[in-house]
């Protein structure tokens, strides 16, 4: 079985920084694609950031030159870090990663998420 733990969310006020990360444990053979997507209350999940097993990235326009996806592959942990808050940031922060487990079956799975909130 493999789990996805996000951590690093919390409350941060407008202009602030935070740094979001999402462990994958259990039996994993290969990581693919990892991403990060948000909800706000009424809105539907959006994606922020995804990054490929090469490194390769791409970003949401409301984030692009605030927000940073990165990897490191030794650890099956991706990064989100988070610059220039704006209130419009709030939401619950999940990440995604699709993978193929030790037995070689392939999954897309997600964490549970992590409440980022920025006042205003």
């Known amino acids: 079985q493999v789990q996805l733990v996000e951590s690093g969310g919390g409350l941060v006020q407008a202009g602030g920084s935070l740094r979001l990360s999402c462990a994958a444990s259990?039996?994993?053979?290969?990581?693919?694609?990892m991403a990060w997507s948000r909800q706000a209350p009424g809105n539907q999940r959006e994606l922020v950031a995804a990054?490929?097993?090469?490194?390769?990235?791409n970003y949401a326009d409301s984030v692009k030159g605030r927000f940073t996806i990165s990897r490191d592959n030794a650890k099956n942990t991706v990064y989100l870090q988070m610059n220039s808050l704006k209130p419009e940031d709030t939401a619950v922060y999940y990440c995604?990663?699709?993978?193929?487990?030790?037995?070689?079956?392939?999954?897309?799975?997600w964490g549970q998420g992590t409440q980022v909130t920025v006042s205003s």
């Open positions: 995604n990663a699709d993978l193929v487990t030790g037995t070689m079956a392939r999954y897309n799975t």
């Open positions: 259990g039996s994993i053979f290969r990581i693919n694609a």
């Open positions: 990054i490929t097993s090469g490194a390769r990235t």
